[in-house]
């Protein structure tokens, strides 16, 4: 069945938002065999949304439309669908209820503004909304099924997951589908596909796809079958070639980020982790405490950014930083293991680099950036040239680190 | 003039690739007057893309179309073309020999394969590619304008600031535009709105919009006018009603970030910060640095996870955890006093809250946070409640701090 992902706000179609939302749906639709055919952004106008949706409910069969479900008068998403499909706003007690025991349960009185988001067209079905206060609606009709969600990444990404996919799924008769994403970190997807493409050949049930992201390249392997059997098996035999050719890259199989593969591998481990950090500035150890579980195993980090706090927290000696600088392999070594001793934990991890935009030099331009592990065998430190966007940097720099560490505890490389 | 942007290419409809393009494009038509009304990704579909590329045709001026300009062939969008325009593909000599001779200059032989990007629609205008093989196609008829450009962020970047704005300047006649951008944080989008709607009337030539997002909610003015004073000058006075009512929400006039504001403070004033963080575990000291110029006022971080961190780094007396709890105004003002004594820096900031999704008490329920700040002149804290999600809280924390930073640098409140 055909998807039309419909984006509404004026601050999609003016550039002042990427709209990520649609990057998101369109893989999780396709794991449930869904196909979007057309995307499309409109700005809040009501002529032109009562338009778009009316277009995307003759050319596809399910349409899935986000934003303009707030409660200021610039939302008006709900208007256009009394318009679109003939109902009336209509009171709804039992939402309103909810929303005031939510914000009571914060503490909060619920500003008068948000009784709008009981307003809600006659004979729909509510999608709840567990992070925010506009439900999601829902309206199956001729045979078309139009759905309306928050626009909110955050909110729209738990309602999709946990409200409409399940329902999709239950309505649509669907083939037997197979999904199996086996995720890369540690190497480009060029290289990737260099090893890959040349030794496999996809059969005709199924769709293979490189997703590249700051994380690493995740491998997504989609067959179909006439029954489940059939589906497994051919997306298992590819997933075992793959493996065959860059297993050593493969750090899962499924959704598990690498952070929590990392937080697996030290609690199982019953083993223990600090991090020092320069140009990253605490996002390492942010990401690592992203993993709820991270108390486990994650004791502490420092962001010593300054000279003083090298030599202050972590006992770099000075005619270290003066001889060889504090982007070196040098000091990344003393960083990790100092954080390790301190803390008295299993692995020190350190992470000094030249971010950018500024600092680079002839011999350390910028992008360069020294990544250094302390066990109780010792440190070793691997030196990167990555880019020269200080933003991509910093986040390449945290999953190189995390590669590297998952890695060491492995016995790997 | 209405504008109609569409994306071509099964990678973006597909979610493989967010669509940056749009993104770009829309602020630089804005700027010469041109506001773009729709948005349409498609598929690599010669019906799906002779029926999107018709309807723009019918509902806007002009159209823009980036993607499947390349000579494989997935890429057809000239075949498109051609079916919509009733055109001829004709070969050009001209532009395969500029293509040649910019192969030659770099000293490669040109890949046979390029002769395809010499194939052309009848009549239409090229608009050159400096940075790849695809010219752009412009094709002028019964009032309305089609554009077709490669889909390469930075080929089609190029193309578009070089060769398309200046020919659309050219032919159409503009209305003046004022955007004004007022960034608020500390308040949520219902709270705004409560405060503003009831006092103000948008006038008729000005779109006005909330922009929420974890940062704190933007607010956006567009005004348009007959000449540029007369659309300043109804931009500006309704910014002034605003700020009136709003005023202290308000960071920045212009696109800022909050980091960078309270960097700007800190640098003014020579002034020094260094921060404590628990659950946000660095993402503080992170959005700090990730403005370049962070070296000349952030000294350090410290990421006291454990207790014995909090103890060991900040000198967190273990009786002051046991009585109140990690997580306590008491503990918060410890970490922010301590840091800044032991960084001897003027501004000492920490965070201590329960992200969740455990950990959470009756008494402290999940998205408990308390934030301090320490100066010369003492310490003070303050309790939040937020959400249920991990990943909002430690966002929203990090914001609230760099807000309260802010006010205390300012001394507001």
Redesign the interface.
């Given at each position: 069945m055909d998807v039309e992902l419909i984006?509404i706000g004026?601050?999609?179609?003016?550039?002042?938002?990427?709209?990520?939302n649609?990057?998101?749906?369109?893989?999780k639709l396709?794991e449930i065999g869904l196909?979007?055919?057309?995307?499309?952004?409109?700005?809040?106008?009501l002529k032109?949304m009562e338009?778009?949706i009316k277009?995307a409910l003759v050319?596809t069969d399910i349409v899935i439309a986000t934003g303009g479900l707030?409660?200021?008068?610039?939302d008006i998403t709900k208007r256009v669908i009394c318009k679109v499909f003939k109902r009336k706003l209509i009171f709804h007690e039992e939402v309103l209820d909810d929303l005031k025991k939510r914000f009571e349960?914060?503490?909060?009185k619920m500003?008068?503004?948000?009784q709008n988001q009981a307003l809600l067209p006659q004979g729909a079905t509510f999608l709840p909304n567990?992070?925010g206060?506009a439900v999601g609606i829902l309206i199956s009709e001729n045979n078309k099924i139009f759905v309306s969600m928050p626009g909110?990444p955050?909110e729209m990404k738990v309602m999709l997951t946990e409200e409409l996919i399940p329902y999709l799924e239950s309505k649509i008769t669907k083939a037997a589908i197979k999904v199996i994403k086996l995720r890369t970190t540690g190497i480009f997807e060029s290289a990737l596909a260099e090893k890959i493409t040349p030794h496999i050949k996809i059969p005709d049930n199924i769709k293979f796809?490189y997703?590249p992201a700051y994380h690493g390249v995740d491998l997504r392997i989609i067959s179909t079958g006439n029954n489940e059997n059939e589906a497994t098996d051919s997306a298992e035999k590819l997933a075992i070639q793959i493996r065959e050719l860059v297993g050593k890259y493969i750090y899962t199989e499924g959704n598990d980020t690498l952070e929590a593969v990392v937080g697996k591998l030290l609690t199982e481990r019953n083993e223990k982790l600090a991090?020092a950090?320069s140009?990253?500035?605490?996002?390492?150890?942010?990401q690592?405490?992203?993993n709820?579980s991270?108390?486990k195993y994650?004791?502490?980090?420092?962001?010593?950014?300054?000279n003083?706090?090298k030599i202050?927290?972590l006992g770099v000696p000075p005619e270290i930083l003066e001889k060889y600088g504090a982007v070196s392999t040098e000091t990344a070594k003393i960083m990790a293991t100092n954080i390790r001793e301190?803390?008295k934990v299993d692995y020190g991890v350190s992470i000094a680099g030249i971010?950018?935009?500024?600092g680079g030099t002839y011999e350390k331009p910028v992008g360069t950036v020294f990544i250094a592990i302390a066990t109780a065998n010792g440190v070793k430190s691997k030196k990167y040239l990555l880019t020269n966007d200080?933003?991509i940097n910093?986040l390449r720099s945290v999953y190189a680190a995390l590669g590297l560490l998952r890695k060491t505890i492995l016995g790997l490389d």
């Open positions: 984006s004026d601050e999609i179609i003016s550039g002042h938002t990427v709209d990520t649609s990057a998101y749906t369109a893989p396709a196909s979007v055919t057309y995307k499309t952004a409109v700005g809040d106008d032109r338009e778009v277009r050319r707030g409660p200021t008068d610039d349960a914060r503490g909060f500003p008068s503004i948000n567990k992070t206060s909110v955050r796809a997703l991090v950090e140009c990253t500035a605490g996002l390492l150890a942010g690592i405490v992203a709820p991270a108390s994650f004791d502490r980090g420092v962001v010593t950014y300054s003083e706090s202050e927290l301190k803390a971010a950018g935009p500024d200080r933003e910093r």
